[in-house]
């Protein structure tokens, strides 16, 4: 599994039995009476307590499983996701933020859905070979991606997970991923759950608009720091309001568009054992309208208008 998780940047394994399943959906029903919007992640909303219980108890029900496949690591923390059955469920292609040091240490997403992940439903996309290894980039919400502008080139190469309930994707938090609309008819329930090496430091990395030089200023953060934004979608496009300054790193973002990062990609997808799945066009050297660079925090607002 090492080797494979080295090569892809994840990988799929078996994790939760039925009576687990079973437990969950109904943790998740307990908790989420009346589910409203498109996609909602439980790390959004201001209600700590409600994290903290959700995180603690996937957490608990979770360890058995992190002790039979992982060695030296730490969990640092669990929510739900769930996606209704409306067009705005989609979520933009992106990669998760720098909370380690990579160099150093790993933090994997633990993704596992509560039910069969069709085509239909909103399955997690997937760029093998996307992870730190071959890319080494920093993320942070107030930056933009290094693919911002032309995101068709790489929604084309993604690779869906349709797994069946119970399944673990497990990603490193740097692999490139998408989701689409749920378009089934039904909720789609899944959980997204952190492990990082054992006494790893997290971080955040903060780039202030106001100011052109490049350089991002990194924070020092407790490892329940995501479980902590009181105004998720406020909180993390500002400074910091949690954790202690280390001071400023010189940081300048590569930046790839049209050709050379459909040949990046080639070159990730074949590192990885995977083909491309189509033929660059000039065409896409021009980004469409809407995709120009955001930061991840533009890129995602409609999730928070739902």
Known sequence: MQEK????????????????????????DELHPNPQGGFVSGSYSSDFAYKKKTSDEIVRVFSRHYE??????????????????????????HQDWTIVDETK???LNCWVPLCDVTMDNGPIMILPGSHFDNLN???SPTLPFFFSGSDEIIVQELEPMVVKAGTAVILNQSVIHYSPANQSGQIRKAITAGVKSAGAQMYFHYKNPNIGMDELEVFEEDD????????????????PKLGRSKGFIP?????????????L???MKSSAGYSLKSKFS????????????????QRLSSIFQN
């Open 251 to 263: 940081y300048k973002l590569p930046q790839y568009s049209g050709n050379e990062l459909y040949e």
């Open 137 to 139: 980039v920093v993320r």
């Open 68 to 93: 039979r496949l992982f060695v030296n690591y730490q969990p640092f923390g669990a929510t739900f996701l769930y996606k209704l059955p409306f067009q705005e469920s989609g979520v933009a292609v």
């Open 282 to 297: 000039k065409q896409e050297e021009q980004p469409s309208v809407g995709h120009k660079r955001q930061s991840f925090m």
């Open 265 to 267: 990609v080639k070159k």
């Open 5 to 28: 998780f080295q090569k892809q940047g994840f990988i799929t394994v078996p994790f939760l039995d039925e009576n687990e399943l079973d437990y969950l959906n109904h943790f998740f």
């Open 224 to 239: 329940d720091f995501l479980l902590r934004f009181e105004n998720f979608a406020e909180d993390i496009a500002n400074r």
């Open 105 to 107: 240490a790993v933090a």
